[in-house]
């Protein structure tokens, strides 16, 4: 499908029969966003990548085909008001949230040390470690979605995310932080931000175990069915 002047848009999230528990609640609502915004929709599946953990670098071919891609992880539920993505980001710039903040904070510029010592380079990037689970960029972006002088990062838990964050220092790539309301993972909701509802926020990201404080013992599935029962009732 076709955006603003003839851009070709997609949204893409990666998926497989395993999170099928919830996917059957979420994907219904990403379709209907991604119609809505004149973009196509595309599940990368392990069927993409030879190794299936490393599915997100595949939007390098992907992007042979679109102009931009917004790509968002499949535990996620978009709220009724959301505002087009693709309006608010301008198509040179990479639309993200960083999340070294608050609780993980510590840790997440630990793995900037540890990547940097890895690879060298990027002496500037101290701080400013973005979540892969909702981010936008176009095809100028492109090379971030390639191995790092041939080799890829595979240290620690989460390491295609922070490769991401490694590759767009690298390149120089224009970003801009898009706020917390366009990627409330329970870290958001915690004393240090004020405890916000994620219900006030555009995009609900329930990752991992998806502990927001009102979880109880839901398990990630039910809260994100009742949740989504509550927004779209």
Request: aromatic share 14%; glycine share 6%; charged share 30%.
């Amino acid at each position: 499908m076709m955006g603003k002047e003839g851009t070709k848009l997609l949204m893409a999230t990666r998926a497989d029969e395993s999170v099928i528990a919830y996917t059957k609640y979420t994907h219904p609502i990403l379709k209907m966003f991604a119609k809505k915004w004149d973009a196509e929709f595309k599940i990368l599946d392990a069927s993409l990548c030879v190794n299936k953990l490393w599915r997100i670098l595949e939007l390098y071919n992907i992007f042979e085909g679109y102009d931009r891609i917004f790509y968002i992880d499949s535990d996620v539920v978009i709220n009724k008001n959301c505002p087009n993505i693709f309006d608010i980001v301008p198509y040179d710039t990479i639309g993200l949230v960083f999340e070294d903040k608050g609780s993980r904070l510590r840790n997440r510029h630990v793995r900037i040390k540890k990547i940097k010592r890895r690879f060298g380079g990027n002496e500037r990037w101290k701080s400013g470690y973005f979540n892969m689970g909702i981010f936008i960029a176009s095809k100028a972006h492109r090379n971030i979605f390639t191995k790092i002088d041939g080799r890829l990062w595979e240290a620690e838990v989460g390491f295609e995310q922070t490769h991401l964050n490694y590759q767009m220092r690298k390149f120089g790539c224009k970003y801009i932080d898009l706020g917390y309301k366009f990627n409330h993972m329970s870290m958001f909701s915690e004393a240090w931000n004020g405890s916000p509802s994620r219900f006030d926020s555009y995009i609900i990201h329930y990752a991992g175990s998806g502990s927001f404080p009102d979880k109880n013992n839901k398990t990630k599935e039910q809260l994100i069915k009742d949740d989504i029962m509550r927004i779209y009732r």
